[in-house]
């Protein structure tokens, strides 16, 4: 059967959409590095900035079930924070940003070490489920944001981020690590923690981190830690931890 005007005119708009779409994001990214303030205008084009695991599939994926990805059953999740909370340096944080904070399983230990943890994610679901589990408990800030466009206002003690820049469509990895390295204050620590196994993401966890290192130099940060755990985890891929400060 020969297809109608309408599926041909859908299947021509999709064959568009590739030969605009990857030229459209540099233009789009540029102007953002160059001129933040646009960036929330834009944070919700999902094919601009995570056209693979866009607010959409998280959306959908958080609904389905809860703790879809096990951080508060699975030891290996648990390994991870475990890690992560001793790679931060000694001593209590005022304002900390937990990029990615889920259902808050993180939060909820990062938040014995912080003043005021400001925890963002992109999907909504995911958000509601954290604001019931700290209801009532003062200093934890839950927002919806689609990050790293999205970027909260102010300047931060410490930022953490547990397996998401890889999730970032490739051009949109930059940018990102860009936006937190500029939003640590004098003794601010970045903290980067990413499985180092392949699962389709855009960008492998060693590219995150080596550009991060490489970004956090070319700033003036110091890099007092970093490590990979090899032989855990699925396929015994492991994770890789890294840690920048910016100095007092």
């Keep these: 059967m020969a ?39 834009v944070a919700d084009w999902g094919w601009l900035w995570q056209p693979g695991w866009s607010r959409t599939h998280h ?32 001593g209590r944080f005022g304002r900390a940003l937990e990029v990615g904070c889920a259902e808050g399983a993180f939060t909820e230990r990062l938040a014995d070490r912080c003043d005021v943890v400001v925890g963002a994610d992109i999907s909504e679901v995911a958000i509601e489920r954290a604001r019931r589990r700290f209801a009532g408990r003062p200093g934890v800030e839950l927002q919806r944001r689609t990050l790293p466009l999205d970027f909260p206002d102010g300047a931060f003690d410490l930022i953490v981020c547990s397996d998401v820049v890889y999730l970032w469509e490739r051009g949109t990895v930059e940018v990102g690590l860009r936006r937190m390295i500029e939003a640590l204050r004098s003794g601010g620590a970045l903290a980067l923690l990413h499985y180092r196994g392949r ?30 755990h090899a032989d855990v985890g699925p396929h015994g891929s492991g994770f890789r931890v890294d840690v920048l400060v910016r100095p007092a």
């Design 199 to 228: 699962f389709n993401q855009p960008v492998h966890a060693d590219e995150v981190h080596d550009l991060a290192l490489r970004l956090g130099a070319e700033a003036g940060l110091v890099h007092p830690t970093g490590y990979v």
């Design 3 to 41: 297809p109608t005007g309408v599926q041909v005119l859908k299947r021509a708009a999709k064959d568009a959409a590739r030969v605009v779409a990857p030229p459209a994001r540099v233009v789009v990214r540029g102007a953002v590095t160059r001129f933040p303030a646009i960036g929330p205008r």
């Design 59 to 90: 959306e959908r994926f958080y609904g389905a079930a809860e703790d879809p990805y096990g951080f508060d059953t699975k030891p290996f999740e648990r390994m991870k924070y475990d890690e992560l909370l001793d790679a931060l340096p000694e």
